[in-house]
C-alpha cells in the first residue's frame, strides 16, 4: 500500500487547504452582507416607490 504524500508535495496541499479555508472564512461573510445589502436596499426602495415589480406602471 503507498502512503500519502510527503515533502514539498505535502506542504503545497497543505498551503492550498488553508487558502481555501481562509477564502470561505473571509468570502462567506461577504456574500452574506453583500445578498442582506441587496435585499435591504430593494426592499427599501419598493416602499418608497409605491409597491413592488407588480404595481409599476409601464
Not at 500500500?1 to 481562509?22: F, N, Q
Not at 462567506?28 to 404595481?55: F, I, K
Request: net charge positive; hydrophobic share 45%.
Amino acid at each position: 500500500m503507498r502512503a500519502g504524500p510527503t515533502g514539498p508535495s505535502k506542504a503545497v496541499l497543505v498551503a492550498r487547504e488553508w487558502v481555501d479555508e481562509t477564502a470561505w472564512l473571509l468570502g462567506a461573510p461577504l456574500a452574506t452582507a453583500a445578498v442582506v445589502s441587496a435585499w435591504w436596499a430593494g426592499a427599501h426602495m419598493d416602499r418608497r416607490h409605491g409597491g413592488g415589480a407588480c404595481s409599476r406602471r409601464r
